[in-house]
């Protein structure tokens, strides 16, 4: 079984640009979750998706960042502008379906550094 | 609110030699508790994970955990450590009534001496 594919690997930008990171998450998984785990710390649950609709944003800086899934499976998070503090590892995960007590399996991640 | 709380930022242990790394948490209701390691480069792998029953609970790689309500905590374990098992370890914790999100803990890097 493939896993939770993730791209680019790296990403080196400067602040104020913009930059996209791409998910594609196990097959048949309806659930997929970005987090954000800046050096040092656990990661953040940015926002939650099941099948193609927002289940959780609430940790998503809006006024920067925007996620989409459009047909349910593959997704997209965006950054414009990046600040310097937007480095980090970005995460993708899915599960089979949503609950408590269901592990999420996780994508190699995307470094993010921003000069 | 839930939180996760690992005491160790470095846990170093010699090869052959049990190991313990330490989670507690705090929750309002019933704590679901799961166990990630994470290798350079590469993302959380899970390891175990506690819901209900029995509070030792075995999961890969010969790691286990024991789930202790009274103290409020979830200790991994192994009885005899290898070199291989040296990477950061994320305890995490989801609250039925907070949702299904994790939590995670900030981290414990596990060195495995030889």
């Known amino acids: 079984e493939a896993g939770v594919a993730q791209s680019p690997r790296y990403k080196i930008i400067e602040k104020r640009q913009s930059v996209a990171f791409w998910c594609n998450p196990i097959?048949?998984?309806?659930?997929l979750y970005w987090y954000q785990q800046i050096l040092g710390q656990g990661p953040k649950l940015l926002i939650q998706f099941q099948n193609n609709g927002v289940v959780d944003d609430s940790q998503l800086p809006k006024d920067r960042f925007s996620a989409e899934r459009l047909k349910g499976v593959d997704s997209t998070l965006k950054i414009q502008p990046a600040k310097l503090e937007d480095s980090a590892v970005y995460l993708c995960a899915s599960s089979l379906v949503p609950g408590v007590y269901n592990e999420q399996f996780f994508g190699p991640g995307t470094r993010l550094t921003v000069l | 609110a839930q939180s996760v709380a690992q005491p160790e930022d470095q846990v170093n242990v010699a090869e052959g030699n049990p190991l313990t790394v330490k989670c507690t948490y705090s929750v309002s209701g019933n704590p679901y508790l799961f166990w990630y390691v994470q290798y350079p480069n590469r993302g959380l792998q899970f390891l175990l994970k506690?819901?209900?029953?029995?509070?030792l609970v075995k999961g890969s790689y010969g790691f286990e955990a024991e789930f202790n309500k009274s103290q409020t905590s979830f200790h991994l374990k192994k009885p005899s450590a290898l070199v291989s098992d040296s990477a950061l370890y994320f305890c995490?914790?989801?609250?039925?009534?907070?949702?299904?999100?994790?939590?995670f803990g900030p981290g414990t890097r596990l060195s495995v001496l030889p």
């Open positions: 097959s048949g998984h309806a659930t």
């Open positions: 995490a914790v989801r609250d039925f009534n907070y949702g299904q999100n994790f939590v």
């Open positions: 506690y819901i209900t029953g029995d509070n």
